[in-house]
């Protein structure tokens, strides 16, 4: 049977980032300043007001007309960035000999599209998953009410059930970036008695750099980087430059274990290949 080696994946990963840092850094950087200021306008133009009331707060947002258009474009962008970025790295990892250009990277080449379209069926197939998990969460917390801390398993029970399902479908993302037909179940057997690495794979690529998001969020905070009354442009854009560039380090991580435990998991299934 073939396991994943979820250490050794990890630690490829980030060593791949260091590996390909110049590649790493041209990707990165245009995208990050641009959705760095973005943000920041959008901040800078927007007026939250609380409202608490019979103990439910109400949020009201006011944009001015340029703030909203500012709003959904930095949406947009988003989703392109992250669509030609994950494309990009998933084939950078995978396909070696392929020339590294920027340029090509964000233009159109369809493949954006395609990894959309499968992250559309990544969705409606977790959907009944999410569905399932939902009751567990009503159930959980009413049971945590009358039942404390154990009144909580149904909650644990669904969180991982969906993550360990999910887990397994990201391993579709890897195969569409490079152009590889995958069906879901050829898909499934690919990461058959490999989930539960597949998902601490991703959770302890992850976790590093969330935790040090977390606490960098909090120091940005007490120094007040979030206080719009009482703060400069230029903070604001220091601290978000500082947030974009920790969500495309992550971004760039995972993305790395998934095409490595794609790779490992393609060339040392027993099935033939040409099913995949």
């Known amino acids: 049977m ?101 340029l090509k990277a964000y233009s159109w080449n369809g493949r954006q599209v395609q990894f959309l379209w499968t992250t559309l069926k990544i969705f409606f197939l977790m959907f009944p998953a999410m569905y399932i998990l939902s009751h567990f969460i009503i159930l959980g917390v009413n049971g945590a009410i009358n039942l404390g801390v154990n009144g909580a398993l149904p909650i644990i029970f669904g969180m991982t059930a969906c993550l360990y399902v999910y887990a397994r479908l990201l391993l579709w993302f890897p195969a569409v970036a490079i152009d590889q037909t995958l069906n879901i179940w050829p898909l499934w057997q690919l990461s058959r008695k490999n989930g539960w690495r597949l998902a601490s794979v991703m959770v302890c690529t992850s976790l590093p750099l969330v935790m040090s998001g977390f606490l960098v969020g909090l120091v940005f905070q007490q120094l007040g980087f979030f206080d719009q009354s009482n703060q400069s442009l230029s903070v604001t854009l220091l601290g978000n430059l500082f947030l974009e560039f920790l969500s495309f380090i992550a971004l760039a991580a995972s993305i790395s274990a998934l095409s490595f435990s794609y790779r490992y998991l393609l060339q040392n299934k027993n099935s033939p290949s040409g099913s995949i």
Do not use: M
């Not at 340029?66 to 396909?95: D, E, K, M, P, Q």
């Open 2 to 102: 073939i396991r994943l080696p979820v250490i050794k994946t990890v630690f490829g990963a980030y060593y791949y980032l260091w590996e390909e840092r110049l590649y790493l850094w041209q990707l990165t950087l245009p995208p990050l300043v641009v959705l760095a200021i973005l943000n920041t306008l959008v901040q800078w133009g927007t007026v939250s007001s609380i409202d608490i009331g019979s103990k439910i707060a109400s949020i009201d947002i006011y944009r001015s007309g340029w703030v909203a258009v500012l709003f959904y474009l930095a949406f947009f962008v988003n989703i392109w960035v992250w669509l030609s970025y994950s494309v990009a790295w998933h084939r950078a990892y995978l396909l070696r000999s392929e020339n590294k250009d920027v």
